[in-house]
């Protein structure tokens, strides 16, 4: 059986939105396509990777929380990949996704956390901008569990029933950027129901 790709997975927060459009209409054209596909491949499934269009109308692939992007990688008029570490402010560009793999080694766990310039906005006037911030959670049903995951994070908060899951998930958030947990409940989360949540639900 055929693997879905997971660039496929893709979606930017706009109509017409699916990652082949976006990536034809703001990553270079359709010559691009390609190489953007393999790089959705590499990212997509990564944590806390999301793929937007910025500066105007540049396709990017960024790594960072609450808007920040400590690691940006696009697809160059060459057909091979830019890199950038923000954080070091150096860049590098790379023949395939097998060097950008070698790029993020000794980067990429590092990035994904908030950096001190991020956690000190987010913790600014009580933490505003953390409860204020909607955090995306996706909630999928397996063995007797609910999971709700956060884009963010590796790990997944589990729990017998969805509210226990979403509520862990937002105590996990809390404790990245290191926020007292009883802020939790003030936390703004949307979360989406899988196909395996759903069929749970409507069976129980």
Same mark, same amino acid.
């Given at each position: ?23 034809? &209409? ?49 697809? &160059? ?15 590098? +560009? ?66 017998? &029933?969805?509210?226990? /899951?979403?509520?862990? /998930? ?8 290191? /926020?007292? +947990? ?23």
């Amino acid at each position: 059986m055929n693997e879905i790709p997971a660039y496929l997975s893709v979606k930017v927060n706009f109509g017409n939105s699916d990652y082949d459009n976006v990536c034809d &209409t703001f990553g270079g054209g359709i010559d691009r396509l390609p190489a953007w596909r393999e790089l959705g491949n590499l990212l997509a499934h990564r944590p806390g990777w999301h793929f937007d269009v910025v500066n105007q109308g540049e396709a990017l692939w960024c790594l960072g929380v609450l808007g920040e992007c400590r690691l940006a990688i696009h697809v &160059t008029g060459g057909l091979q990949y830019h890199c950038y570490d923000h954080g070091a402010d150096s860049d590098t +560009v790379a023949a395939d996704t097998t060097a950008v793999e070698s790029w993020l080694k000794g980067r990429e766990e590092a990035a994904q956390q908030p950096s001190p310039l991020i956690i000190e906005i987010a913790s600014a006037d009580s933490w505003k901008l953390l409860k204020s911030h909607p955090f995306r959670l996706r909630v999928s049903w397996s063995d007797g569990y609910y999971a709700a995951s956060v884009a963010a994070l590796a790990e997944a908060s589990f729990g017998r &029933t969805v509210a226990e /899951a979403v509520n862990g /998930a937002a105590e996990m958030i809390c404790q990245l950027f290191g /926020a007292p +947990v009883e802020f939790s409940p003030d936390l703004t989360l949307a979360a989406e129901l899988d196909e395996t949540a759903v069929r749970h639900i409507r069976t129980a």
